[in-house]
């Protein structure tokens, strides 16, 4: 019983041996993270078409909850860039952005996606973290990232604007272009050049100027609070929110409210697909963060309960304020750099933003949006990884395809077509990278009782003995594959008298390929030719006992594919070298 509490509350497996100087690496990573979770929740708030207020909210409540029930140390969860595009795409299907049915949309999104993670998680789904390619979720990200870019771009020119595909969003830039605020541009246009010199020549900067790593570090962390303070002062100081330029205005102060999903039947099914999709991006995207990161200390994670981690988050999301959250790559490479020890850092960060949202907000009306753009810019731009183009094209042409069709049709049809159409290209990968198996014909390398590739190694043959090594488990994609191959073999050579599958890398033969199997042993008996097995793994020999197969078989089941070849060399010609 404790053991399965333990599993399912990691807090009570890691809090018993909580110690002080756990205490100090988490208080430490606590006000990094803080320090650098202000603008970027204010920004992703933004980008999901919700007040700023809410993106402190979805990061105050969830991180707790993640805390208590999450297994890794370091994860840092909140919104992220692409679940916070997913929402502003999914939610303004059926409400316009700034309006109570918006914001009430975005809460019941979250609770779909938190019960929706929860269930997989009580089913141990989570193995589902491999059923995306890593070429078809970066080709979503790239193409995300250049879909939220172009997206906000209409900030930072401080003009109208809009849509879910690159094709719209760019034709209403050009229709308002020329209403273009000057003010803005050069806010937003600073902004964008100053953050992107923050990431890359801050911390050098700095150290040249004879600050220590540690304070250098904690500087270019605050980088986006300083951009917020100078662009905040310039708007309130030249009184530009009067000549045009958009600003955040009042942002409620206090800690997250207490609030109520719609649970609607017609929101709900028009929600499901989304929250669906969410669910599995923000999976896919936290459990990756997560293992990388525990890796590195030797640590372990556990899918399983990392879904109901990541479900409890949505849900203290759904009934606090916030919006869709999962485990973001930045925060959390941020977190395990500043030292964070526990989950603890975690709720450490969720107190810190607490604070903010009850002191710091009033300080915030005046933060013109283009320097939230700006944010959100330089952000996902630093997420676009145009090598695996690159990659991909040297390596395999099909994956290389994967990346620009999952690209294509997320710039071309938005996130979720672009999305959906991942999930097909991962599962027709799958498909067609087992439904015609690697079959090679073996032979014997002389002075050994190793059986290699005829075309690639210098090994002996039998007369009238077809030996196959079959490298892929047989189902029903892939089963007549092998049939059709073995007799497109006997009819080149009628010399053949014996057949011998060496199903060494065999872990599954599903029913159509069992009927597959015995259509072939039929047709090969009437062609007076012997099927023989060698080298069939344990849980597979265990099934085929279950039927008729192996007492029809009119070969044998050998041992290891040496017995075999004793057996019908013994019977046979003697063995020619290749």
Not at 294 to 314: H, T, V, Y
Not at 495 to 507: F, P, Q, T
Not at 553 to 563: A, I, K, T
Request: charged share 15%; hydrophobic share 55%.
């Amino acid at each position: 019983m404790r053991l399965s509490l333990t599993r399912h509350l990691p807090i009570l497996d890691w809090g018993r041996r909580y110690s002080k100087s756990d205490l100090s690496s988490d208080l430490t990573a606590a006000v990094i993270v803080t320090i650098m979770l202000v603008p970027q929740s204010l920004a992703y708030a933004m980008l999901a078409g919700l007040p700023p207020e809410a993106g402190i909210y979805a990061s105050v409540l969830p991180i707790m909850l993640y805390a208590i029930f999450g297994t890794s140390r370091a994860l840092a969860v909140g919104p992220v860039a692409v679940v916070s595009l997913m929402t502003a795409s999914a939610v303004g299907q059926v409400a316009e952005s700034g309006t109570a049915g918006y914001a009430v949309a975005a809460l019941t999104l979250a609770l779909l996606s938190g019960l929706m993670l929860i269930v997989l998680g009580l089913l141990r789904f989570g193995f589902l973290a491999n059923f995306l390619s890593h070429p078809v979720i970066a080709g979503f990200i790239i193409a995300s990232g250049l879909l939220i870019a172009a997206g906000q771009a209409r900030h930072i020119f401080g003009i109208a604007g809009g849509g879910d595909a690159l094709p719209e969003i760019l034709h209403r830039l050009w229709q308002h272009l020329a209403e273009a605020n000057w003010q803005t541009l050069v806010i937003g246009l600073a902004s964008t050049v100053f953050l992107v010199w923050v990431r890359k020549g801050m911390k050098p900067a700095l150290k040249r100027l004879g600050a220590g790593d540690g304070l250098a570090t904690l500087l270019t962390r605050a980088g986006p609070v300083f951009a917020i303070v100078v662009t905040t002062v310039t708007v309130w100081a030249f009184g530009l929110h009067e000549q045009g330029v958009a600003i955040v205005g009042t942002i409620p102060q206090g800690l997250p409210p207490l609030t109520l999903p719609d649970l609607s039947p017609g929101l709900i099914g028009t929600l499901a697909l989304p929250a669906a999709l969410i669910s599995i991006i923000g999976f896919v995207e936290s459990v990756s963060v997560a293992q990388t990161l525990a890796a590195k200390k030797r640590q372990r994670i556990g899918p399983d309960q990392e879904l109901i981690g990541l479900g409890a988050a949505n849900i203290g999301a759904a009934f606090s304020g916030g919006f869709p959250v999962t485990g973001g790559f930045a925060r959390s490479v941020v977190n395990y750099d500043a030292g964070a020890a526990t989950p603890a850092a975690g709720a450490f960060t969720a107190i810190g933003l607490a604070l903010a949202a009850l002191t710091l907000t009033p300080l915030l009306y005046f933060l013109p949006q283009a320097t939230l753009a700006a944010t959100i810019i330089v952000a996902v731009l630093s997420l676009v990884d145009p090598a695996i183009l690159r990659r991909t094209w040297a390596y395999s042409r099909r994956d290389f395809a994967s990346v620009v069709v999952t690209v294509l049709s997320t710039l071309l049809f938005g996130v979720e077509a672009g999305i959906s159409t991942g999930v097909a290209l991962s599962l027709l990968l799958h498909v067609l990278n087992t439904a015609r198996p690697h079959v090679a014909e073996v032979g014997l390398v002389p002075g050994s009782q190793h059986f290699r590739n005829v075309l690639r190694h210098k090994v002996e043959t039998l007369p009238g003995v077809l030996m196959l090594r079959v490298d892929e488990s047989l189902y029903f994609a892939n089963a007549r594959a092998i049939e059709t191959l073995v007799l497109d073999r006997l009819a080149a050579d009628p010399a053949i008298r014996e057949v011998v599958l060496m199903c060494s890398a065999v872990n599954v033969i599903d029913f159509s390929a069992l009927e597959s199997l015995e259509a072939l042993a039929t047709e090969l008996a009437a062609q007076k030719v012997r099927l023989h097995l060698s080298e069939v793994k344990g849980p597979v020999m265990d099934r085929l006992k279950t039927t008729h197969f192996l007492r029809d078989l009119n070969g044998e089941v050998f041992l290891s594919q040496y017995d075999a070849w004793k057996s019908l060399a013994a019977t046979g010609p003697t063995a020619k070298a290749g």
